[in-house]
């Protein structure tokens, strides 16, 4: 069973930065798109960023865009996410997830379009 596990959370100030990391275990997703969604105490899930399966195209939220960088690297069947000048309302649960459709592009910014998941690492920006 492929499984998704990310890591690289944890408690900054402000202004700083932080690299998530999603490594598939079990499988591979080298053709799927990956995503980076996040969830907020007391929120609905929502989209931060995606890329496609061999890193041609990316998509990102608006509040995100210009901070954040996602990235692959499929030889080590992992995705990143730099975070950059972060903001506490950057802060949430980052879950990392893969398309369930081998090169597709489709609704990939909403979170039906994608399984499985992983676990989810906690990021928390303080002021």
């Known amino acids: 069973q492929v499984q998704l596990a990310e890591s690289g959370g944890g408690l900054v100030q402000a202004g700083a930065s932080l690299r998530l990391s999603c490594v598939a275990s079990g499988g591979t997703f080298l053709n799927h798109a990956m995503a980076w969604f996040r969830q907020a105490p007391g929120k609905e899930r929502e989209f931060v960023a995606v890329?496609?399966?061999?890193?041609?195209?990316?998509s990102y939220a608006d509040s995100v865009k210009g901070r954040f960088t996602i990235t692959r690297d499929n030889a080590q069947n992992t995705q990143y996410l730099q975070m950059n000048s972060l903001k506490p309302e950057d802060t949430a649960v980052y879950y990392c997830?893969?398309?369930?459709?081998?090169?597709?592009?489709?609704?990939?910014?909403?979170?039906?379009?994608?399984?499985?998941w992983g676990h989810g690492t906690q990021v928390t920006v303080s002021s």
């Open positions: 890329i496609s399966w061999n890193g041609g195209s990316t």
């Open positions: 997830a893969a398309h369930r459709s081998i090169w597709s592009w489709d609704n990939v910014r909403s979170s039906y379009a994608y399984d499985p």
